[in-house]
């Protein structure tokens, strides 16, 4: 059986974040809500009049969705920030705080944290983003250790 690579394990999730998350944006674009609007009044103003957080989400699901499918053009021109971990762990907790405040993108913000948990896992181990899409990662990883003996 073959190990898990939780790099790209965690791609996956972050694409179907990122895709919940177009979803979403285009979606509050017409029924604009705020998550916490129970709570408060104070937040309607980031999603009417104008569609401030419906953009921002819009702007974090592409971002998302080209980054974890990039284009081959795009991994040539900008390897290092493809094959950046560190980056990926700052720019989508910002995304799952802008998903999570749209009523309709809490699903979003729930798989992007989700997400992140395991890249942190797989960066813990040594795992690194492979220089091409969907290809093994190249580098330090950690040796399968075998069967638990009881």
């Not at 560190?86 to 705080?97: C, D, F, G, K």
Request: aromatic share 14%; net charge positive.
């Amino acid at each position: 059986m073959g190990k898990l690579i939780k790099t790209h394990w965690s791609r996956l999730i972050i694409l179907t974040a990122s895709t919940y998350q177009l979803a979403a944006a285009l979606h509050g674009y017409f029924w604009p809500k705020i998550f916490w609007d129970v709570l408060t009044k104070n937040l309607d103003g980031a999603v009417k009049p104008y569609p401030i957080l419906q953009s921002i989400n819009l702007f974090f699901a592409l971002v998302g969705l080209c980054w974890e499918w990039p284009l081959p053009s795009v991994t040539k021109f900008l390897p290092a920030l493809h094959r950046s971990v560190e980056a990926r762990l700052v720019v989508y907790p910002i995304a799952a705080l802008a998903a999570l405040l749209l009523y309709q993108g809490t699903n979003a913000g729930l798989y992007y944290l989700i997400g992140i948990g395991v890249l942190f896992w797989g960066f813990c181990e040594g795992e690194g983003i492979a220089p091409e899409p969907w290809t093994l990662p190249r580098g330090p990883t950690v040796p399968f250790r075998g069967p638990a003996k009881v």
